[in-house]
């Protein structure tokens, strides 16, 4: 299966602990995305990356979480000093340069107690 | 301010009858739309899409309308299966911003 993979599926952390969330995009797109899904909501944007490039941060992005992908390939987010409300579905979806065809992961699901 | 609305949380359809999925947004500049479904424990995988170019884009038994004017999208399915019975997210962008903005979806259970 070539499709986009996220490690690990379910984190549970308690609060103040920080967490890393690794996501292996389809080998062939430049493009990977990350968004956080709470129940009953539709994914909200959190950054993306083009290649290496990290070229939009959302609002949502606050300074404890931080993104990587450093040799353009997988990519890693992660929370510093979580909080229950970062408890979230997070998903992670790649798509080739000229497409808003994204496609997603299975999503990591983080609990906060 | 949400800028793009799926007004119906769920849908509930007889098999092999037609499924309408209804979206509206509030920002002009989006011209690209997109139907994703989701699964349970699975992300949301990409059904069909369409510019703003056009009113109506066909995939088997996916068919996106698009007006413009009203600032409003629909699906449809036809016929329905049981296996269609999902959570389905409508989705924007602006030309040169690939980020998608999500409505909030609308779960549509097929009847046998």
């Known amino acids: 299966d070539t499709g986009v993979s996220q490690d690990p599926r379910h984190k549970i952390t308690k609060r103040g602990q920080n967490v890393t969330f690794r996501c292996d995009p389809i080998s062939e797109h430049n493009r990977l995305y990350w968004y956080r899904q709470t129940l009953g909501q539709g994914p909200e944007f959190l950054t993306y990356f083009q290649n290496e490039a990290q070229l939009e941060k959302s609002r949502l992005l606050s300074d404890r979480f931080s993104a990587e992908r450093p040799k353009g390939s997988f990519s890693t987010l992660e929370i510093q000093r979580t909080e229950q409300g970062d408890s979230a579905m997070y998903l992670c979806?790649?798509?080739?340069?000229?497409?808003?065809?994204?496609?997603f992961g299975p999503g990591t699901r983080l609990t906060v107690t | 301010d949400q800028q793009v609305k799926q007004n119906s949380p769920s849908l509930s359809v007889q098999e092999g009858r037609i499924s309408i999925l209804n979206c509206d947004y509030t920002n002009s500049m989006f011209d690209y739309f997109l139907w994703y479904k989701k699964y349970p424990a699975e992300g949301p995988t990409f059904l069909i899409s369409i510019s703003s170019i056009k009113d109506k884009n066909e995939d088997g038994r996916f068919t996106v309308f698009l007006n413009k004017s009203a600032k409003h999208l629909s699906l449809h399915i036809v016929p329905s299966q049981p296996g269609d019975s999902a959570v389905y997210f409508c989705a924007a962008s602006e030309d040169s911003n690939y980020q998608l903005i999500w409505g909030a979806g609308t779960k549509l259970i097929i009847k046998p």
């Open positions: 979806a790649s798509s080739f340069f000229d497409s808003s065809g994204q496609y």
